[in-house]
């Protein structure tokens, strides 16, 4: 099935420690986008990064994509303990339709 | 900062009733986007919805559901009869053009079937 996979479920840091989560994807994609997840409240869009980019920055997050791996990563530098949150990505499959195939998440715990 | 609504919050109902959970989604988006996460679970794809008709439907979306987008500014999700399964968070999304442009969620209705 189409569905990505984030690794690692869980990861707890020490504040002002750089976070990285993964995604994993099976087949082609138009884009894929990262979601913030605040316990029990909605989406919040991150970043969105399209099949034909390498590298997107948005103040203190850095995305990368690698197609031929299929695969994402998302960087937080110098962590907050405001940034502890479940983090997802969401893929847009080529020939997909027009919906987002949501990954399992990763819970980051940023600590003081 | 423009933002999805949804109302309400939070909804108790009983098995067998009706609820609908409403969305007003960003004023200028063309697209609109229901997905469910039940506790502990991915978020799940249910309708999306485009120049006023369904454009997509995942298997979950079944006869029980229906969507509407009464008067040009609120987007519902109707279950005509709720199941104990369908306990879940259901987020309203919208997006100014399909999905190569970003997708913007609400905070969410919190849907308990007891």
């Known amino acids: 099935s189409q569905q990505g996979e984030e690794d690692p479920q869980a990861l707890s840091i020490q504040e002002g420690e750089n976070a990285t989560m993964n995604c994993s994807y099976k087949?082609?994609?138009?884009?894929l986008q990262w979601y913030r997840q605040n316990s029990g409240r909605g989406l919040v869009h991150l970043i969105l990064?399209?099949?034909?980019?390498r590298e997107k920055h948005s103040g203190r997050l850095r995305v990368t994509l690698d197609t031929s791996k299929k695969s994402s990563s998302l960087l937080i530098t110098a962590s907050r303990a405001a940034d502890t949150a479940s983090y997802f990505c969401?893929?847009?499959?080529?020939?997909?339709?027009?919906?987002?195939?949501f990954g399992t998440g990763t819970q980051l715990k940023v600590e003081l | 900062e423009p933002e999805v609504t949804q109302t309400p919050s939070h909804q108790v109902t009983q098995m067998g009733q009706e609820v609908i959970l409403r969305c007003v989604p960003i004023?200028?988006?063309?697209?609109f986007y229901w997905y469910r996460q039940i506790l502990g679970q991915k978020v799940e794809f249910l309708v999306s919805?485009?120049?006023?008709?369904?454009?997509?439907k995942s298997e979950i979306f079944d006869d029980q559901f229906s969507v509407e987008r009464p008067d040009g500014s609120n987007f519902t999700l109707k279950i005509r009869s709720t199941k104990l399964e369908d306990s879940a968070m259901y987020f309203c999304?919208?997006?100014?053009?399909?999905?190569?442009?970003?997708?913007?969620f609400g905070q969410g209705t919190r849907l308990t079937v007891v």
């Open positions: 999304a919208s997006s100014a053009n399909d999905l190569n442009t970003e997708a913007f």
């Open positions: 087949t082609s994609i138009n884009n």
């Open positions: 990064i399209r099949s034909n980019e």
């Open positions: 969401a893929t847009v499959y080529t020939g997909g339709g027009n919906k987002l195939t």
């Open positions: 004023s200028n988006h063309l697209y």
């Open positions: 919805f485009y120049n006023n008709e369904i454009s997509e």
